[in-house]
């Protein structure tokens, strides 16, 4: 006997859903029923149950409305995903690196531990994702939009697909920078499975059955989702409002926010209490000085920064649309990726691992460390300049992660990382796994921030400016607003520049990062290019109108003529009574399209 | 003659308006004609400066879309009037200070000078706006609402309320702590007028006379009222979202970011270049420690905090209605606010000022520092038990503000503080001059959290707990959330929390602090409970329907049968192609309303 507070975890509970809601709505006019079926075991005590549950529901409906405690389980539970999730991931990458520690002195053994274990991992991921849910690869986030805007794809919500998503993630993820993919957009598909799972719940339990709100819920879950991977509250909810829709509706304000400190509460105090931290603290905490944060004339860099990441990102964007085309028409590469995903994935993590082995070009881009570390260490305040000049400094504090192993210089290093990470993520996008892509696209813009912020650093230092202000430069600061620039641009959005914020808990460099991320997304966006998640949309033919508006500028601008064709009758805008009889009169259909005038060749909206 | 590229400043302008837009759309179709004008003087210049703007105008067209060089404008004009205001105010104030030490040891001329100074300015503040435009009083916003929701009000936007708000309002403000008014909410209004005056100024450039966007200007200045005022970019964009209308439509998200961005950027530029700080920091910044912010749980602490403010909201909101219909009312006050404003505010704030007098009640409520001093005092980290404990502490770091001059403890102090202000503000609000609610409100929320914050370092220090965690507890963390939280409760909006963040530049606590704004909310919301903005929409009988119907919870469920009862020809909404025609043949009317059912008792929305 299912109880009525149970989330409904199986797909059975669906099926069961049309007898519960008939026999739920007679308990709730009539209580006597339910102890009249002499054919079910335990009556006695199914009747108390039921009529306890019944008593809480009215209890649980007089503090406030049942969908309230459906957003905060959304937060909460989407959280715990979240925590599960990072714990498993830092599990299976703490293994990878113990095993390749322990096979130190053979290069040949840890060449192939390095390799094999993410390429096995990924085709793990690839076949599961293939053979139980093909709706599970990818980001999610081009299908959440195109269920935001109404269009019903019951498959993207079902248990199976949240399983296949949530383990084909854990391996994604375990395969760390090697592939260099990230969490959030199939965690925003997941936060949405939860969200549409507790929609229905709510709808079960509440009296009043007229009420539906899976849209509200699925905009909600969306913002649950990022602040839940992050711990970020408000960059989520700007999330929701900037990628779901065309128009953000108030009513979901409210629900987002608590849902959101829900989640962002629920994520933070199980990092504390497994011990990751004493205290409630953000993910990636910076100790940038807040005295002085920079100088008025670094704005003049920070809009710079801003015109260089956009340009990149428009290079990066082009890129990734060709490799969209390109497996979307190469017959070999369909065919493969049709029939052998798993074989795919593995070869292609094969050579995206051997390059980055770190006896080999890895060492020049400092593949041994995980993204989380190689964050960090780009968000650092200190200057690496100042830091390999004098080595005593380093004893004091924590030492900086060596960008160059084989002492070459460290401006060498990030531009070796820039060129190749380019190219190595269009083609990770190509493969058929559950994977984020906003993750490498932020920790790239940082080091294309970092790049110009330790330029900047060592002209100073070489005294090209006889300014003491120029020596006291913060690189870091510039890796911040790069990454919020760059991954504000790809993704056309600008809630990169918030979540920059949450992250490091530094709000000293507000101002310029969003300087960066406006002037980045300006260039990007200029001439009708399509943003990452619109390329999405497009090659996977997903019906979203504004994705398809930027693909085609100039559909807003075909006439309805060419569509009503076929239809005799048409009503102008500006129909006086007698046209409308006549129209009427004419036409045997029961709706008749209504046109700004019967002129083909104009627009209508 | 008038130049193109001039901002429109007189109101002789608008009414050349209509001759300039003819001559301009000759002078972009045929450009000789404009030398054509035989009568008019300097032919040769008038027509190369004519010709070398068009040039400029095409040049500035490439580059983006006009309307985006109005959205930088408004920006920086709005932050050079933030600034220009601030200054005034600073001035002004530090005038009334001086003299009252010049006046130490005279008590009664104290008092004339403490008294008078804010009387005469409040009163010059009313008579101003009561004789040159009665438009400029109050805080402004319903009235934006308003004319965002599409209703035109062109007095409330002319340049003659501007003027008379931007004086009013630094009489208002000059006034300090004594009358506890704040500056936001006017400010929102001044915005809106540069952007009204800007948007048909950028209609006049536009070669394409087609589009229009006001209604979008308006949501982008109300934004960047909020942003310039306090330097705070996104809290800006977030309260135009949820204060503005019921929907928010993306294409508005960008251009509110970039003016935002411009204007924060401008404010903060300007204050480094006028010699208050090095460099580009946070209003109020605060010291909080951000190894250790808070413990998991005092989440507890800041939830409780949150439904306390959310109580005392109600209380204030209750007192707020009660005195607006009290003067809508009473026949004495209305009779004195229709013909003797200045008088009245004279009087009411030689009343407050007489009971803040530092030797009388004042010294209890700390009365004789500004608003901004009052702010930072209760943002201070150091517990201000621990300072009057041991006072050698208070040597090595600038000194806390005496809250008690006369030896009683801080939570008499407090206590008294919030008794009193409370009645205080609501009489304040009566005043008729130009003057924003937000600010006091907000301060006012401090000193709640900081009450609660210092109660719960007193029981902490007396050894109630033994845990030494609790003696390094931070009073000023639930002064903010208190701040965020009460503000928040009483305007019913979330953007508060992040205002608070963003005015502190403090980060570490923004989960506690979205949580009690949250539960703030959730208590004030609950049993439409109008907000303060409602309530004066409601009272200036303002047409704007959210408001409407939270005064009047059943209006949606109105039968529309009860309005179109006079009309007789109706069609049902599933009316067929007989029903329509029918309804065309009787009816002689060119629109015939389209109704749920015929049943008068049945909703329609």
């Given at each position: ?78 959280a715990i995903?979240s925590f599960l999730m990072d714990l498993s991931v830092t599990k299976?990458l703490r ?136 711990g ?34 629920t994520f933070r105090l199980f990092s504390v209490w497994s011990g990751d931290g004493e205290t409630l603290q953000a993910l990636?905490k ?86 989380k ?233």
């Open positions: 006997m299912k109880r009525l507070d149970e989330a409904p975890r199986s797909e059975a509970h669906r099926e069961n859903n049309n007898w519960e809601r008939e026999n739920h709505s007679d308990t709730s006019h009539n209580k006597s029923p339910l102890l009249a079926d002499p054919w079910k075991p335990c009556r006695q005590s199914r009747g108390f149950v039921k009529e306890w549950l019944l008593k809480l529901r009215c209890f649980l409906g007089t503090v406030c409305r049942i969908e309230w405690y459906g957003y905060a389980a959304l937060g909460i539970l989407t995903l299976l293994a990878h690196q113990w095993l390749y520690m322990k096979l130190e002195g053979n290069s040949l053994l840890q060449f192939f531990c390095w390799t094999l274990y993410p390429s096995c991992l990924c085709a793990v991921a690839s076949s599961f994702s293939h053979h139980i849910c093909p709706f599970s690869t990818g980001s999610g986030i081009p299908e959440v939009r195109t269920m935001v805007a109404g269009i019903e794809m019951p498959h993207y919500l079902s248990l199976t697909n949240m399983f296949t998503k949530f383990l084909g993630l854990i391996c994604t993820l375990a395969a760390g920078s090697t592939l260099f993919l990230g969490k959030v957009g199939p965690f925003v598909h997941l936060s949405t499975m939860v969200g549409s799972y507790l929609s229905n719940l709510c709808t079960l339990i509440q009296a009043n059955k007229e009420e539906k709100a899976a849209g509200e819920m699925l905009v909600v879950a969306a913002a649950v989702g990022v602040a839940s991977c992050f970020a509250p408000i960059s989520g909810v700007l999330f929701s409002v900037e990628v779901m829709s065309s128009h953000f509706s108030l009513k979901n304000y409210f629900p987002c926010f608590f849902s959101v400190a829900c989640g962002a509460l990636f910076t100790n940038f000085p807040t005295a002085l944060p920079f100088f008025p004339l670094e704005i003049l860099l920070f809009a710079l920064l801003g015109l260089l990441c956009g340009a990149v990102s428009r290079c990066y964007l082009f890129c990734h649309r060709w490799i969209l085309q390109f497996t979307k028409t190469n017959p070999v590469l369909l065919k493969i990726l049709t029939t052998e995903k798993g074989l795919y994935s593995g070869m292609v993590v094969f050579l995206l691992a051997s390059l980055t082995f770190p006896h080999s070009a890895g060492q020049y881009m400092a593949s041994k460390y995980t993204m570390q190689l964050l960090t260490s780009l968000l650092d305040s200190r200057q690496w300049l100042s830091q390999s000049h004098n080595a005593s400094v380093q004893l004091e504090s924590e030492p900086l992660l060596e960008w160059s192993s084989s002492g070459s210089p460290i401006y060498f290093s990030l531009a070796v990382f820039l060129l190749m990470k380019l190219w190595m993520l269009v083609l990770a996008c190509t493969l058929p796994l559950p994977a984020g892509y906003f993750m490498p696209v932020f920790i790239y813009g940082a080091a294309i921030g970092r790049l110009l912020g330790e330029g900047v650093a060592y002209v100073s230092f070489t005294g090209v400016t006889s300014d003491q202000q120029w020596a006291s430069i913060n690189p870091g600061g510039y890796a911040l607003a790069g990454a919020a620039a760059f991954s504000g641009a790809v993704t056309h959005t600008l809630s990169p520049a918030l979540l920059a914020l949450e992250l490091t808990g530094q709000f000293s460099h507000a101002v310029p990062i969003l300087l960066a991320t406006l002037l980045a997304n300006a260039l990007t966006c200029s001439g009708h290019c399509p943003s990452f998640y619109d390329a999405l949309s497009i090659s996977k033919r997903l019906p979203h109108l504004p994705s398809l508006i930027k693909a085609c500028p100039r559909l807003p601008s075909t006439p309805v003529g060419q569509v009503l064709r076929a239809k005799a009758v048409q009503l102008q805008k500006a129909a006086g009574p007698v046209e409308v009889q006549q129209a009427v009169n004419t036409s045997a259909e029961i709706q008749i399209p209504v046109v700004d005038s019967h002129d083909y060749g104009e627009t209508s909206g």
